[in-house]
Each structure stands twice: as C-alpha cells, then as structure tokens.
C-alpha cells in the first residue's frame, strides 16, 4: 500500500491513543498492534516501514505463511483469532503473544507443547464480558477460577486478560465491556500469582474508548490498512 498513506494512518491512529491517554490521566505505554489478517506480507514490510514493530494475525497458518516469508523476529506476533488446540504447537513455535487463551484444555495443550519444546508461552485470557454467544471467552463468573488453574500449569506465563465489544454504537454498551474486563484482569493480579495487567481491548472503531478504559493493547486493523485491496 501507499507508505505516505500509511504513515498518515499510523500517525492518526497514535494521536488518538494519546488523545484517550491524556483524558483518562494515564501515564503507562499503550501498544498498537497492527491486524494484517487477509493482507499480504508486503502489508506487514509497510507496517514496518511506518514504524509499527506489532503485527496481529487471526490465523496460525496464515502467521505461519508471513514468518515463513519475512522472519521470526521481523515483528513481535500477535496471535489474536480463536486458537484451536491442534494448532497449538504452531502457536507456540511462532506467536510471541496468544491473545485468545480461552479454556482449560487449550491452556492445557500449549502448555504441554511449551514443556515440550523447552519455552515459555506468553498468553492473555479471553473473557467474554459482553455476554454475547456468538464471541469467544471464559464467561466472566468463571474467569478468576479458570485463570488460576491456568497459572498453575507449567511453560505458562499469563501477562493479562483480552475481550471484544460489542458491535454497536451505543458506547455505554462498549464500555462496559471494556470496565468490566479491566476489573476482572485487576482482580486476578492480585489474587493470582503472576499474573500481569496487560488488557488487550479495542479495535479500530472503538480504540480510543478502550484506552480510556484501561486498554494496554489496541488491535487496529481496517483503520490502518482498509480493507484488503485498498
């Protein structure tokens, strides 16, 4: 894609993340991770050259396909789509971070394969905070004890929570997804041994509301790149 262009984006989307910051008085990092997902890797060297060093694939095979082509350590690699087990050796050989941890078994699995090849996984548990049955996630009143058998395991490293909003332009809706995810990611750092307060929450429409809530981590795909083919 047009690097002017691009950069323009970047520059847009990383003003309104300090926009978010300096209204809710926050003074800790946010990171932009750059979604690539159904684009091709010469997006991902465009990312790079605009000075993006996160990139966030939904798929393993598609991660799989872009490491393949431009180097495990070209960017740090988001794994942010539904993580099937069978897919968890993959996982863990390429993803620096696996946003979507959402169940027992498939904690159990990356930690077997982590134990296997001799690293550490580092993970966010996903909590459905919408409530929605059509989204992933640990549902909320199941989140802390899920969470403290996962960190219990071995090769595993939960450095915090992730959800996703709803769809829709009531922002009273969204926010409260986003709160309700920060206070349960603030509950089980200190319940929990270990665990971090990272907070991966917002996508390209609702980024800034997701800031102000806490986010730590912003997902911002379409706002960045369009979709595939502009």
């Given at each position: 894609m047009d690097s002017h262009l691009l950069a323009e984006r970047v520059a847009r989307v990383r003003d309104g993340i300090e926009r978010a910051r300096a209204r809710s008085?926050?003074?800790d990092a946010v990171t932009?991770?750059?979604?690539?997902?159904?684009?091709p890797a010469d997006t991902v060297r465009a990312a790079i050259a605009a000075g993006l060093a996160d990139v966030g694939e939904n798929r393993v095979q598609?991660?799989?396909?872009?490491?393949?082509?431009?180097?495990?350590?070209?960017?740090r690699w988001h794994l942010i789509g539904h993580l099937q087990r069978n897919k968890a050796a993959r996982a863990v050989a390429l993803a620096d971070l696996i946003h979507s941890l959402d169940s027992i078994r498939l904690a159990e699995e990356l930690s077997r394969e982590a134990v296997k090849a001799g690293v550490e996984v580092h993970a966010l548990v996903q909590v459905?905070?919408?409530?929605?049955?059509?989204?992933?996630g640990l549902p909320a009143d199941e989140a802390l004890d899920a969470a403290a058998r996962m960190?219990?395991?071995?090769g595993l490293r939960l450095e915090g929570m992730m959800t996703m909003a709803p769809f829709t332009e009531d922002e009273a809706v969204v926010r409260r997804t986003f709160a309700a995810a920060?206070?349960?990611?603030?509950?089980?750092?200190?319940?929990?041994?270990?665990?971090?307060?990272?907070?991966?929450?917002?996508?390209?429409?609702d980024y800034e509301a997701a800031v102000e809530e806490g986010s730590t981590l912003v997902?911002?795909?379409?706002?960045?790149?369009?979709?595939?083919g502009t």
């Open positions: 008085g926050r003074t932009l991770v750059a979604v690539t997902k159904t684009h598609e991660m799989d396909d872009k490491v393949a082509e431009l180097g495990r350590e070209a960017v459905n905070t919408s409530g929605e049955e059509s989204k992933f960190a219990a395991l071995p920060r206070t349960l990611c603030e509950d089980a750092a200190r319940q929990i041994p270990g665990f971090g307060r990272a907070l991966s929450m917002g996508m390209s429409n997902r911002v795909g379409s706002t960045l790149f369009g979709d595939r």
